[in-house]
């Protein structure tokens, strides 16, 4: 396999202008945002789950009355989202129009491929089991919203083959987008789907999705050999044999010395150089470099095995879809990248294609050079750290306003982050992948369904009927942490 590196002047993206976009913030009142109340009579045991419900738990095994409440998409209005602008170019004008660009290319492509520089799993055998230790029988339920019994997790065990751990140990490139599980099953395991913000699509085997000719680190085969337990750069578990293919190390090492381009564009079509469709591109994604034209990059792409051996093939795309060098964080990639991871909806574990609030932090700075983990736990401890340990919600948003940096800052809370992107009207507004609104009324806790990227205050759903503010955003903050400086 041969190579063809042609090294050209590092592309300068420049600010570009920024819009004029105001909200209507006087078009909507109280009265607009009442949810629609509908007494509903003899409910045995059923939860009400739609995307125009919330969710309401029902305890009695008789018949019982109670209140659904309905959220009627075309009659109201999140406060939040119909008062602060959508419009990322809005926010923009809270950063300088210079250009910003870090010098960490090299230190991004390093953790990149991290996992093809290993000879054996860093992870101890305990840690990697550590689903069987949290999914527990008479916890766990299944499709059927069912309880998923005992010889479910038997099964699982027996086919994940632990004493095989750390015995294959090759490298290896997945095919195509899929999934990573925490057990060798697609079959879902949920919480209590009676629950609001339990069940669909709550998924706990899903650890995260994995693009296509992403590096693998394999450890073994499950029992059946169907599975693989394989680590990336940035999680572990399981995935379907079919979905990858073992490379050797000359290979990737040649993959690594490779001048790398990055994908800019989400959900275009890639075909090989036959014409035949591969995946579409996704934010995050990266490929080493064959050739260019003046108007196109030719990549190198595994589409396919024969046997056990991996198929290289080219493909020809677009300039406009890829960068050879890390973006400058500026207005004008700011605005195309947060665009781009915006035309997804939210995706529990990255899910369907989509993406959840740490996923899409995380493919939004790929471009950019910087590396983010996973989950937001781990995302939370990267760059300078702010604790808010002990403060007021008003000497939160002091700190923020003070020490924050606009696009350049996360705030976190517990199972949550978000991307603070400067203030309108004196409050701070975040940019983040939310699930919904926590409400309760009652005693009995519910969903406003969001499920999507949105612009928002720290205090969303305060304007909500029933919303509840022990679990708000900003009561919760735990930290901020500035990424690049």
């Given at each position: 396999?041969?190579?063809?590196?042609?090294?050209?002047?590092?592309?300068?993206?420049?600010?570009?202008?920024?819009?004029?976009?105001?909200?209507?913030?006087?078009?909507?009142?109280?009265?607009?945002?009442?949810?629609?109340?509908i007494?509903?009579?003899?409910?045995?045991?059923?939860?009400?789950?739609?995307?125009n419900?919330?969710?309401?738990?029902?305890?009695?095994?008789?018949?019982?009355?109670?209140?659904?409440?309905?959220?009627?998409?075309?009659?109201?209005?999140?406060?939040?989202?119909?008062?602060?602008?959508?419009?990322?170019?809005?926010?923009?004008?809270?950063?300088?129009y210079?250009v910003?660009?870090?010098?960490?290319?090299?230190?991004?492509?390093?953790?990149?491929?991290?996992?093809?520089?290993?000879?054996?799993?860093?992870?101890?055998?305990?840690?990697?089991?550590?689903?069987?230790?949290?999914?527990?029988?008479?916890?766990?339920?299944?499709?059927?919203?069912?309880?998923?019994?005992?010889?479910?997790?038997?099964?699982?065990?027996?086919?994940?083959?632990?004493?095989?751990?750390?015995?294959?140990?090759?490298?290896?490139?997945?095919?195509?987008?899929?999934?990573?599980?925490?057990?060798?099953?697609?079959?879902?395991?949920?919480?209590?789907?009676s629950?609001?913000g339990?069940?669909?699509?709550?998924?706990?085997?899903?650890n995260?999705?994995?693009?296509a000719?992403?590096?693998?680190?394999?450890?073994?085969?499950?029992?059946?050999?169907?599975?693989?337990?394989?680590?990336?750069?940035?999680?572990?578990?399981?995935?379907?044999?079919n979905?990858?293919?073992?490379?050797?190390?000359?290979?990737?090492?040649?993959?690594?010395?490779?001048?790398?381009?990055?994908?800019?564009?989400?959900?275009?079509?890639?075909?090989?150089?036959?014409?035949?469709?591969?995946?579409?591109?996704?934010?995050?994604?990266?490929?080493?470099?064959?050739?260019?034209?003046?108007?196109?990059?030719?990549?190198?792409?595994?589409s396919?095995?024969?046997?056990?051996?991996?198929?290289?093939?080219?493909?020809?795309?677009?300039?406009?879809?890829?960068?050879?060098?890390?973006?400058?964080?500026?207005?004008?990639?700011?605005?195309?990248?947060?665009?781009?991871?915006?035309?997804?909806?939210?995706?529990?574990?990255?899910?369907?294609?989509?993406?959840?609030?740490?996923?899409?932090?995380?493919?939004?700075?790929?471009?950019?050079?910087?590396?983010?983990?996973?989950?937001?736990s781990?995302?939370?401890?990267?760059?300078?750290?702010?604790?808010?340990k002990?403060?007021?919600?008003?000497?939160?948003?002091?700190?923020?306003?003070?020490?924050?940096?606009?696009?350049?800052?996360?705030?976190?809370?517990?199972g949550?982050?978000?991307?603070?992107?400067?203030?309108?009207?004196?409050?701070?507004?975040?940019?983040?992948?939310?699930?919904?609104?926590?409400?309760?009324?009652?005693?009995?806790?519910?969903?406003?369904?969001?499920?999507?990227?949105?612009f928002s205050?720290?205090?969303?759903?305060?304007?909500?009927?029933?919303?509840?503010?022990?679990?708000?955003?900003?009561?919760n903050?735990?930290?901020?942490?500035?990424?690049?400086?």
């Amino acid at each position: 396999m041969k190579y063809i590196f042609i090294i050209l002047l590092t592309i300068l993206f420049v600010g570009c202008s920024i819009k004029n976009v105001e909200p209507k913030k006087d078009e909507i009142t109280k009265k607009e945002l009442k949810t629609k109340e509908i007494k509903t009579k003899e409910i045995k045991k059923e939860v009400f789950v739609d995307e125009n419900l919330t969710e309401v738990k029902v305890n009695d095994d008789d018949a019982v009355e109670d209140f659904v409440y309905e959220i009627e998409e075309e009659s109201i209005e999140i406060y939040d989202l119909v008062t602060i602008p959508q419009d990322v170019s809005y926010f923009l004008n809270n950063i300088p129009y210079e250009v910003f660009s870090y010098d960490i290319q090299k230190e991004y492509e390093k953790k990149y491929f991290n996992i093809w520089n290993i000879n054996s799993p860093k992870m101890s055998l305990k840690s990697v089991k550590w689903p069987f230790a949290v999914y527990r029988v008479g916890k766990s339920y299944g499709e059927n919203l069912k309880l998923i019994k005992q010889n479910f997790f038997d099964e699982m065990m027996e086919n994940s083959n632990y004493k095989a751990y750390s015995t294959l140990n090759k490298k290896a490139v997945v095919l195509r987008d899929t999934n990573i599980r925490a057990f060798p099953t697609n079959r879902p395991l949920l919480k209590d789907p009676s629950l609001a913000g339990e069940g669909f699509p709550f998924d706990y085997l899903q650890n995260s999705s994995i693009s296509a000719n992403k590096p693998l680190f394999i450890s073994h085969y499950s029992k059946n050999r169907e599975w693989v337990h394989v680590f990336s750069s940035f999680a572990f578990g399981w995935i379907k044999a079919n979905e990858l293919v073992i490379i050797d190390d000359k290979d990737t090492k040649q993959w690594q010395k490779a001048q790398q381009i990055r994908i800019i564009k989400e959900g275009v079509s890639i075909y090989d150089d036959s014409g035949e469709f591969l995946f579409k591109s996704k934010i995050g994604m990266m490929f080493a470099l064959v050739s260019e034209d003046k108007d196109s990059y030719t990549i190198l792409i595994v589409s396919s095995k024969k046997g056990s051996e991996p198929l290289y093939n080219k493909s020809k795309i677009s300039k406009t879809i890829a960068s050879k060098n890390t973006l400058m964080l500026n207005r004008e990639n700011l605005e195309n990248i947060i665009n781009e991871v915006s035309k997804t909806n939210y995706g529990w574990g990255g899910m369907y294609e989509q993406r959840d609030c740490s996923s899409m932090l995380r493919d939004l700075f790929a471009p950019f050079g910087i590396w983010l983990p996973r989950n937001s736990s781990q995302q939370s401890k990267i760059g300078k750290v702010i604790s808010f340990k002990g403060m007021s919600d008003e000497e939160k948003i002091e700190t923020i306003k003070e020490k924050g940096i606009p696009f350049e800052t996360l705030l976190y809370k517990r199972g949550h982050i978000a991307l603070y992107v400067g203030t309108y009207d004196d409050e701070v507004v975040i940019f983040h992948n939310t699930w919904g609104i926590k409400t309760k009324k009652d005693g009995v806790d519910g969903r406003i369904i969001i499920g999507k990227p949105v612009f928002s205050s720290l205090n969303l759903g305060s304007y909500q009927n029933y919303y509840d503010e022990e679990s708000g955003i900003l009561r919760n903050l735990k930290s901020m942490n500035i990424l690049t400086r």
